[in-house]
């Protein structure tokens, strides 16, 4: 990929915080705790998990800039979010975090030197963390897994907005 398709990549997730942050915030609290059933998260759950996705996703966007390998720990997306209660938080202060900490990965994507971004790496662990798995023989990239970032959270928003706009 050029560098002017990347950069139009990062501007693009750019573009999709910006248009979803207002959207976020019409959701109403009450509308934001509604779950479809016992055992799937709530669409405040579901923001909550794209904040530690960003968070998880922070790291490893820096560290593999410095590293030969894309090798990092797996967490347990079903414990976080229920350790960090996201049903009892403030839907307005998630939202307006989220927003903020995906705009901050902007900055760091658009941070990223092409050679960082495209060098290929056989060890990796993105048959396990990635949103689309890798297989373990195959070599991939940074780039790869920062845009699979992009796709999981993009997925996710259109589950939230979907989820909000049955129960208006």
Do not use: C
């Not at 479809?36 to 790291?59: C, F, M, R, T, Y």
């Not at 820096?62 to 976080?80: G, I, K, M, S, T």
């Not at 049903?87 to 998630?94: A, D, F, G, K, Q």
């Amino acid at each position: 990929m050029s560098t002017t398709d990347y950069a139009q990549f990062v501007n693009d997730f750019r573009q999709t915080i910006v248009d979803a942050t207002p959207r976020l915030r019409d959701i109403s609290p009450e509308q934001s705790r509604r779950k479809k059933s016992a055992d799937e998260w709530a669409p405040i759950e579901i923001l909550g998990h794209l904040v530690d996705s960003a968070a998880n996703n922070h790291q490893r966007f820096v560290r593999a800039q410095f590293n030969d390998n894309l090798v990092f720990p797996e967490y347990d997306q079903d414990q976080w979010v229920n350790g960090q209660r996201y049903l009892e938080t403030s839907w307005p202060e998630l939202v307006d975090f989220w927003s903020l900490y995906n705009l901050h990965l902007a900055h760091v994507l658009r941070a990223i030197s092409p050679d960082a971004l495209t060098k290929t790496r056989s060890k990796h662990t993105l048959d396990q963390i990635a949103f689309k798995l890798v297989d373990k023989d195959e070599p991939t990239t940074l780039e790869y897994l920062i845009r699979d970032y992009v796709d999981h959270l993009r997925f996710h928003l259109d589950q939230i907005f979907s989820e909000t706009k049955s129960t208006e």
